[in-house]
């Protein structure tokens, strides 16, 4: 199982990463390795950094 502070930390450095943007800027956040390292890396080792994400236009992903 998870803890609470550990999905805290997750939302909160998502969170940050949408502060620091602004809020009106149009744009997500997407992984920057593949779904299964990140997937391993969060949830084996429940390590997560700011620097296993970075933001892309919206319209570059968008179908």
Do not use: W
Not at 19 to 35: D, F, H
Not at 40 to 50: G, I, S
């Amino acid at each position: 199982m998870y803890s609470l502070e550990f999905a805290a930390h997750v939302s909160r450095l998502c969170m940050e990463e949408i502060l620091s943007r602004g809020l009106t800027e149009r744009k997500i956040l997407r992984k920057s390795v593949p779904n299964s390292v990140l997937l391993l890396k969060v949830f084996r080792k429940q390590q997560c950094t700011a620097d296993d994400l970075h933001h892309v236009s919206i319209h570059s992903v968008a179908t």
